[in-house]
């Protein structure tokens, strides 16, 4: 089989393959900045089909996080219970909703985000069910024997995304997966049309949906690394090229949205 062959079939599987995401911001507060990696870290993995996360709306700052990770397209639990471990409830009621009567159509890759051991069973059941398990926790709040359930492998801790995300990137095949080519400046224009889109249809211009409606708009456009810069290079996540798109007065990023400048809303 050809490195082609190889990357081809990659990309198949991760297409094939379903990842859901359960996250508990009681548990695990660091999430708070990184959601968009968590995303990157997931779609590296497949398809997201879920990414549920659970907060209590009595805590200021577990609101603040929610509305981060709303913005990013999550679905936000809220569970107002002042008893003990009642997101811990709520997060694994809905996970075992998703794999039952039947669990074949339901994802076949978990993402947790917590760190306590209340879920060992959750956790025990899902493996049970064939399905791959992969835990964020938070760094000094873990409970050790988690990783001895998923393995080292699959345990990491929330402060690890950016690495992971950014060796995930590394690892992707580039020239052999992606043949079109775009040039940067091209890639900001169709990125200027896909916010103008986005904001037309009342919808948030987050990254993902944002990136979504360049591919429709651009067949040659495949995502981040089909970008070429102008010494030829290539970028090492979309957010960077959004970085550049913001340097160059192109758009404007707040919030994890983004949003035309003055400039393209008059030409619009």
Request: glycine share 6%; aromatic share 8%; charged share 25%.
């Amino acid at each position: 089989m050809t490195h082609a062959d190889k990357s081809s079939k990659k990309q198949t599987n991760q297409q094939k393959n379903s990842v859901g995401i359960f996250a508990d911001i009681q548990n695990v507060s660091s999430i708070k900045g990184k959601g968009d990696l968590l995303l990157e870290f997931a779609q590296s993995k497949g398809r997201i089909d879920c990414k549920n996360v659970y907060y209590n709306s009595h805590y200021r700052n577990q609101v603040s996080t929610k509305n981060e990770l709303e913005i990013l397209g999550m679905k936000c639990v809220d569970v107002p219970d002042h008893s003990e471990n009642s997101a811990d409830y709520r997060l694994m009621a809905d996970c075992v909703k998703l794999f039952a009567p039947k669990p074949s159509p339901s994802p076949n890759t978990i993402i947790l985000v917590l760190g306590d051991w209340d879920y060992a069973g959750l956790i025990c059941m899902l493996q049970a069910l064939g399905k791959k398990v992969i835990i964020f926790a938070q760094r000094g709040s873990e409970n050790p024997r988690l990783i001895k359930l998923v393995g080292n492998e699959n345990f990491y801790f929330v402060d690890q995304l950016p690495e992971l995300v950014d060796n995930s990137n590394k690892t992707q095949p580039q020239n052999t997966a992606i043949v079109s080519q775009i040039n940067c400046k091209e890639a900001i224009e169709y990125l200027i049309e896909a916010i103008k889109t986005a904001s037309s249809q009342g919808k948030p211009t987050v990254f993902g949906r944002i990136d979504k409606l360049m591919r429709q708009h651009c067949a040659n456009y495949q995502g981040y690394l089909s970008i070429s810069t102008d010494d030829g290079k290539k970028f090492k996540s979309f957010s960077q090229f959004i970085d550049v798109a913001v340097k160059d007065g192109k758009v404007k990023k707040q919030n994890q949205q983004l949003f035309l400048t003055e400039l393209d809303i008059l030409a619009a």
